[in-house]
């Protein structure tokens, strides 16, 4: 469907920070693209502005979107800056893309992909993360215990958000997509076989992780302490009454 100004907004479709621009290679499903009414109803001219359009969004912050300005639009659609060229193949070459309420154009399909991709990329930061953790305990003979993934997501989303609105906001897309955690904090059955330090990437027989960057040291302040009592292995930011870690990393601020 085309984006149309009178559609209700809903909200993106990926992280605000979603950033896969050290990703390469884009997933594409070959069949779904063959027998899609996309590839059947549209011109040779729309289908190819839309491949460049759906490419051009797998690099854009956030993930999975294009800016809604015809002009940016013409330039990544192979337009150049006749506009007017651009117009003829406008609605074709849009087809799927919806208007959030950020004012961007997502696919879903790219946007699907693209949380797939930015959750491994999470996860090999957290992997990363608990090996350093690993190698300074073997180092300094300490005993810090490595962080889960949900308490590694809660402190990174306090350290990279400026407010508690844009934590929930960026945390709230992974789960209203695809829910990782089940109310007990527990892995849900649905992803298990997914969560796994080590993710491959998928891709043309590609891996679309690169090395990761260490995570950052955190701001200096008193350590959290969970239900179980062990401190955790950084601190946290202080959460309102009533929310958990859990729903907090994965849109219970919302």
Request: charged share 20%; aromatic share 6%; with cysteine.
């Amino acid at each position: 469907m085309t984006p149309q100004g009178d559609a209700p907004a809903v909200q993106p479709l990926t992280p605000a920070d979603c950033d896969l621009r050290d990703f390469e290679f884009m997933p594409l499903s070959v069949v779904r693209l063959r027998d899609s009414d996309m590839a059947a109803l549209q011109s040779p001219e729309e289908c190819w502005a839309a491949v460049l359009l759906w490419s051009a969004a797998w690099h854009q912050v956030p993930a999975a979107s294009l800016p809604d300005d015809d002009r940016v639009l013409s330039v990544l659609a192979g337009y150049g800056r006749v506009v007017k060229e651009w117009m003829r193949v406008r609605a074709g070459a849009l087809r799927g893309f919806v208007r959030c309420a950020d004012g961007r154009l997502y696919h879903p399909v790219v946007a699907e992909k693209a949380r797939e991709a930015w959750e491994s990329k999470l996860r090999r930061m957290h992997a990363t993360e608990c090996s350093r953790i690993h190698m300074r305990n073997k180092r300094q003979n300490t005993i810090t215990p490595a962080p889960s993934f949900a308490e590694f997501m809660v402190n990174r989303l306090w350290i990279t958000s400026n407010s508690d609105a844009t934590t929930a906001a960026n945390a709230a897309v992974l789960v209203e997509h695809r829910p990782m955690f089940n109310e007990q904090g527990a892995l849900s059955h649905a992803t298990t076989h997914r969560n796994r330090p080590n993710i491959e990437g998928k891709g043309q027989g590609q891996g679309y992780i690169n090395p990761p960057t260490p995570f950052p040291d955190r701001p200096p302040g008193p350590p959290a302490v969970t239900a179980t009592g062990p401190p955790l292995a950084v601190p946290m930011a202080p959460l309102p009454p009533g929310v958990t870690p859990i729903s907090a990393a994965f849109g219970g601020l919302r």
